[in-house]
């Protein structure tokens, strides 16, 4: 890698270039390091899902800032603070920090079932290193600025999941602005991300989901309930592998609403939801804790009824599926969101030879995982404790975006309204990223060759982008 330029920005990532997962990006201006976000890649284990640590010296690094619990942005972290010669400051949102711990433990329980003591070796940390490393990070509030050493940063709110931050950083006079994940629409219970009010240098936002767009939330939700409503009443059974925490919320609000309008057909445990995790009663507590960080609409609804909304009339908990009576038709939202292993692989291997059943994915499916590969609706997949055996699959499989990502018309929006003259893409697969970049640079044809011209970047893990302020090359 090039040695750090004296007098631009230095950008690049170590995780998250040119993919979805392990996100982490460094930024380096006038001796400063900050870094971004420190995922694990779902589709990958042990070392082989970090970001390229081994790539950069972190004891350099300043200050790290966590934008949400997602574990493609949050999971390493633990081993980045224990497990390396970092020494930074990492700061993160209330909601996020109490999450995270949850969601972390469970992490650690789940990559450590199954391995001979030998193999445990393999795993990334402990829950020692976990606690350990919980107590040195720090908290940051929504629209309040921090100062570490001269490097100047506040946080907005990102919609996307519950305590998502876009954080805006200042060192000197030049202004960055990193999106983590984030979403527009306004939704159930999130505030949707915002625009800071100070104009910023350099965007580096996320590409997800290229130049697609969203059939908009109603039909979206209409959808949703009929494909779920047709297929109990045939009796079958639905499973909608979620990611435990954030977006299994919002489901639920969707499907308790439902549930309670056809209450004749589908209620009183006629047709039971379950949301099985082992953090079900934990997300709970979490998320009566911080109402007052979600939207006016569910504010209201909390103050209005005077109970709490993520009280479920219709939804039980399910610790794990031995406790589960499987007759008749349910639905079941379980975790990991991506069936890789766990409660809902399981679920999986038991009901997808039944062709009357469905597989319903809501979230985003990274490149390599169970879920992308039942997309293309195999005849066979391997069962995950005998990848030698093959379970035939004949349920049905349907997609239905709830992932709280901006579509391609939000995403241009959001980055007219910001107005940076550099723009990096990152946490896309390389033909969606590719496509928005060609997208982007066509909309801002007209700055080209002007003072104003708009540069946009899509830069591969480790491939350096060097802002000169003014004037622009990049180095790869
Ligand atoms: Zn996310």
Redesign the pocket.
Known sequence: MEQPNPTGLRFFSLGGGNEVGRSCHILQYKGKTIMLDAGVHPAYQGLASLPFYDEFDLSTVDILLI????L??AASLPYVMQRTNFNGRVFMTHPTKAIYRWLLKDFVRVTSIGGSPNEKDDNLYTDEDLSESFDRIETIDYHSTMDVNGIKFTAFHAG??LG?AMFQIELGSLRVLFT??YSRELDRHLNSAEIPPLASDVLIVESTFGTATHEPRLSREKKLTQLIHSTVTKGGRVLMPV?AL?RAQELMLILDEYWSHNEEELGNGQVPIYYASNLAKRSMSVFQTYVNMMNDSIRKKFRDSKTNPFIFKNISYLKNIDSFQDFGPSVMLAAPGMLQNGLSRDLLEKWCPEPKNMVLITG?SVEGSMAKYLMLEPENIPSVNNPEVNIPRRCQVEEISF???VDFQENIDFIEQIRASNIILVHGESNPMGRLKSALLSNFSSTKGTEDEVHVFNPRNCADVILEFKGVKVAK
């Open positions: 934008s949400h619990f997602h493609d942005h996307h999941v998502a983590g994940d990611f954030g985003y992932a709280a990502h």
